[in-house]
T-cell receptor, first 111, second 112 residues
Framework: EDKVVQSPLSLVVHEGDTVTLNCSYEVTNFRSLLWYKQEKKAPTFLFMLTSSGIEKKSGRLSSILDKKELFSILNITATQTGDSAIYLC???????????FGGGTRLMVKP | NAGVMQNPRHLVRRRGQEARLRCSPMKGHSHVYWYRQLPEEGLKFMVYLQKENIIDESGMPKERFSAEFPKEGPSILRIQQVVRGDSAAYFCASATNQETQYFGPGTRLLVL
């Protein structure tokens, strides 16, 4: 059975702090690892990672995948209150679009 | 505490048939969300239901798709007269309120 585990479950930081969110996975026929930000309704896509060691960056967010150790991290630098959300990671299998979601990390950024 | 359950995990239908996807929320959860993931795309919101009520169906195609969440039993996403373009993974998530959603394992629908 495929499994994705995220840590920590929740995190409270102050504006300007840097946070690192963790995601470990066990996905048969692994294809990619996806990160989402969920605030209100549908999760918003952040990154898709398929290759080890290549950092993907979008503004203050960055993410990297380690296919040997089966984990990924999501970094957020200089956090802002607008970064408060639940961050989900999901492993995608080779067969296409089936995702196994982790339980999410709830991030709260205080002013 | 069992997580969100979806069945079937895989469903194959021929064009024109009906597809019924089931989602049993986590115990104590009265909010259910349905999402569709098309190949090479992200999750797309379809519908948000509470027990016996559709709260938001803004992401649902106007024709052939319907959803329900009865007082007893699982939430059902129903697709009538399926077409090839309906082939996708369908995920449901449940929540106790409008906050943390817990995702099910998904149903992969393949329309031949």
């Amino acid at each position: 059975e495929d499994k994705v585990v995220q840590s920590p479950l929740s995190l409270v930081v102050h504006e300007g702090d840097t946070v690192t969110l963790n995601c470990s996975y066990e996905v048969t026929n692994f294809r990619s690892l996806l990160w989402y930000k969920q605030e209100k309704k549908a999760p918003t896509f952040l990154f898709m990672l398929t290759s080890s060691g290549i950092e993907k960056k979008s503004g203050r967010l960055s993410s990297i995948l380690d296919k040997k150790e089966l984990f990924s991290i999501l970094n957020i630098t200089a956090t802002q209150t607008g970064d408060s959300a639940i961050y989900l990671c999901a492993g995608e299998d080779n067969a296409g679009n089936m995702l196994t979601f982790g339980g999410g990390t709830r991030l709260m950024v205080k002013p | 505490n069992a997580g969100v359950m979806q069945n079937p995990r895989h469903l194959v239908r021929r064009r024109g048939q009906e597809a019924r996807l089931r989602c049993s929320p986590m115990k104590g959860h009265s909010h259910v969300y349905w999402y569709r993931q098309l190949p090479e795309e992200g999750l797309k919101f379809m519908v948000y239901l509470q027990k016996e009520n559709i709260i938001d169906e803004s992401g649902m195609p106007k024709e052939r798709f319907s959803a329900e969440f009865p007082k007893e039993g699982p939430s059902i996403l129903r697709i009538q007269q399926v077409v090839r373009g309906d082939s996708a993974a369908y995920f449901c998530a449940s929540a106790t309120n409008q906050e943390t959603q817990y995702f099910g394992p998904g149903t992969r629908l393949l329309v031949l």
